[in-house]
């Protein structure tokens, strides 16, 4: 289960609102035992292969081959857990699926793969939109942090998201070309039906994962400026969940120890 955390601040008026939330250790040491590790290692994934490779891999040889192949990574970075929590989070509070985690994509492991970070689809009282999020995990004493800025910073990449339709078509063609036979079929077939009444009919999430004391000036600025001019249709929010003092550097190592029975 992952908490919904104590609120922070909240800021704006929709189409653009922010909000910060704050988790304890014990809420993050739940978090990264439960779906931040299974999202991290893409446990439903390797299950997944599992179950095709049923009457495949029939020797005890082939059986150790396979759970090799499938093993986690000696690796991970504390920005990829970082994007879990977040994908978690929004999973379980903004009632959104992301049915196709980037890990699958990748051509070897560790790599960072371009187009936004978080691609699903979400429930609203109208019913199934698209929703595009992008994720920072900064534990710069700066706020904003500077992930927020530059070519490849959150500020860009929301702006690019709400105002350039072809990267939003981009990201329509990319979630399509997984979604025939899917158990989300029907989930994309009517976020699909929003979307090409209204190319700009999606939700944005642009999210910060924090280990520095609460402040809203990581958001205040941008729910501002992303709310002028925003298209009909677009909704924008940005979370700040701030963690324990100095988490970020562990995350990582935390996300391993799940997967050795160390826990955290």
Same mark, same amino acid.
């Given at each position: 289960?992952?908490?919904?955390?104590?609120?922070?601040?909240?800021?704006?008026?929709?189409?653009?609102?922010?909000?910060?939330?704050?988790?304890?250790?014990?809420?993050?040491?739940?978090?990264?035992?439960?779906?931040?590790?299974?999202?991290?290692?893409?446990?439903?994934?390797?299950?997944?292969?599992?179950?095709?490779?049923?009457?495949v891999a029939e020797t005890s040889f082939e059986q150790k081959q396979l759970a090799q192949a499938l093993a986690a990574p000696e690796g991970?970075?504390?920005?990829?857990?970082?994007?879990?929590?977040?994908?978690?989070?929004?999973?379980?509070?903004?009632?959104?699926?992301?049915?196709? #985690?980037?890990?699958? =994509?990748? /051509?070897?492991?560790?790599?960072? @793969?371009?187009?936004?970070?978080?691609? *699903?689809? +979400?429930?609203?009282?109208?019913?199934?939109?698209?929703?595009?999020?992008?994720?920072?995990?900064?534990?710069?004493?700066?706020?904003?942090?500077?992930?927020?800025?530059?070519?490849?910073?959150?500020?860009?990449?929301?702006?690019?998201?709400?105002?350039?339709?072809?990267?939003?078509?981009?990201?329509?063609?990319?979630?399509?070309?997984?979604?025939?036979?899917?158990?989300?079929?029907?989930?994309?077939?009517?976020?699909?039906?929003?979307?090409?009444?209204?190319?700009?009919?999606?939700?944005?999430?642009?999210?910060?994962?924090?280990?520095?004391? #609460?402040?809203?000036? =990581?958001? /205040?600025?941008?729910?501002?400026? @992303?709310?002028?001019?925003?298209?009909? *249709?677009? +909704?924008?929010?940005?979370?700040?969940?701030y963690l324990p003092a100095d988490a970020i550097g562990s995350l990582a190592a935390q996300?391993?120890?799940?997967?050795?029975?160390?826990?955290?």
């Open positions: 289960m992952i908490a919904v955390g104590t609120e922070c601040y909240s800021h704006g008026a929709s189409p653009s609102t922010g909000t910060g939330r704050s988790w304890n250790d014990d809420e993050l040491g739940t978090a990264i035992n439960g779906q931040v590790s299974a999202l991290v290692f893409d446990e439903q994934g390797k299950a997944d292969i599992e179950q095709l490779l049923v009457g991970v970075e504390n920005w990829r857990v970082g994007e879990a929590i977040a994908e978690a989070y929004l999973s379980e509070h903004r009632s959104c699926l992301f049915p196709w #985690p980037d890990g699958r =994509d990748e /051509r070897k492991s560790g790599s960072s @793969l371009p187009g936004a970070d978080l691609v *699903g689809i +979400k429930q609203d009282e109208q019913g199934s939109r698209f929703v595009f999020g992008e994720v920072k995990t900064s534990g710069e004493a700066k706020y904003p942090p500077g992930a927020v800025y530059g070519r490849t910073g959150l500020k860009q990449q929301l702006e690019d998201l709400r105002d350039r339709e072809n990267i939003r078509n981009d990201l329509f063609r990319y979630l399509g070309h997984r979604a025939k036979n899917a158990t989300w079929q029907d989930r994309f077939k009517a976020a699909s039906k929003r979307y090409l009444n209204n190319t700009s009919d999606v939700q944005l999430f642009g999210v910060l994962v924090r280990d520095v004391e #609460p402040h809203v000036d =990581d958001v /205040r600025v941008r729910v501002d400026k @992303l709310g002028n001019g925003c298209p009909a *249709g677009t +909704k924008v929010e940005l979370l700040a969940l996300a391993l120890a799940t997967q050795e029975g160390g826990g955290t």
